[in-house]
C-alpha cells in the first residue's frame, strides 16, 4: 500500500497509546521525487505487465484504476523498527531510516502494480494485523485478516496465497540488501525484527507464481 490513510486509522489503540511505539510509514516516503512517476516504467517491465497477484494485465489506460504496491508493505518496516524502540532523534533510527527509504522499501523489486481495491484490502490486513500485534489482541493468522471483507469487497485465497508468497519473498531480498551494508548492529537488529515478522505472519506460503 502505497501514500493512502487507513479508513480506521484514527481508531487504532496502537496509535494513540504513548506507552505502545508507533512510527509512521510516511518517514520512509521519498524526500524528493514522486516515487510513482519515477518507477512506474520499471516496475511495468519487470512484471511484465502483469499484476502480480491478480494474474491479469494491467490497465494502464484507465485512471485511478491502479495503485502502485508496496509488496512488503513501509508499515513492515516501521513495525520492525519500532520494536528496537529507537526515538526518532537516535542516530541509529536516522542511520535504519536513510538506508531503508533509499535502498530497500522503494525499490522496484518491493514494487507492484495491482488494482486499487486489492491494494487497499491488503494494506488495511497488514495494519489491522499489525495493530492487534501492538496491543497484544492478535487473534487469527494473517491471512484471514487479508480476507476479511472490507467495504463490501474481499479477496480470495488464491490472490492472498499470491500476497503473502510475494511478501515472503520481497521480505527475504530486503533481508539480504541490509546484510549488504555490511556490520552494522542496527542493520542486523531490524533484519532480526523482520524476520520474526517473517515467521508471525507466515509468509513462507507457497503459491504458483505468473
Not at 15 to 21: G, K, V
Not at 107 to 124: C, V
Request: proline content about 5%; overall charge neutral.
Amino acid at each position: 500500500m502505497s501514500g493512502r490513510a487507513f479508513p480506521d486509522a484514527k481508531a487504532s489503540s496502537a496509535t494513540h497509546d504513548p506507552s505502545i511505539p508507533h512510527i509512521p510509514p510516511s518517514v520512509l516516503d521519498p524526500t524528493e521525487f514522486y516515487l510513482r512517476g519515477r518507477v512506474q516504467g520499471d516496475v511495468v517491465a519487470q512484471w511484465k505487465g502483469q499484476d502480480i497477484y491478480n494474474w491479469e494485465r494491467l490497465d494502464l489506460a484507465t485512471p485511478y484504476a491502479l495503485d502502485l504496491d508496496h509488496i512488503l508493505e513501509k508499515q513492515c518496516f516501521t513495525y520492525a523498527l519500532s520494536q528496537l524502540n529507537l526515538r526518532k532523534e537516535d542516530d541509529d533510527f536516522a542511520l535504519a531510516a536513510v538506508v531503508l527509504r533509499e535502498s530497500v522499501v522503494n525499490e522496484p523489486n518491493n514494487l507492484a502494480l495491482t488494482l486499487s481495491s486489492t491494494n487497499r484490502i491488503k494494506g488495511t490486513g497488514v495494519y489491522k494485523f499489525l495493530d492487534d500485534a501492538r496491543t497484544g489482541h492478535r487473534d487469527k493468522t494473517f491471512t484471514r485478516y487479508l480476507s476479511a471483507k472490507r467495504d463490501g469487497e474481499s479477496l480470495n485465497r488464491v490472490v492472498t496465497g499470491r500476497i503473502t508468497r510475494n511478501m515472503g519473498i520481497s521480505m527475504k531480498k530486503c533481508q539480504r540488501k541490509l546484510s549488504d551494508e555490511g556490520d552494522t548492529p542496527v542493520l542486523e537488529k531490524l533484519s532480526g525484527q523482520l524476520q520474526k515478522l517473517y515467521v508471525e505472519m507466515e509468509l513462507n506460503r507457497s503459491a504458483k507464481s505468473p
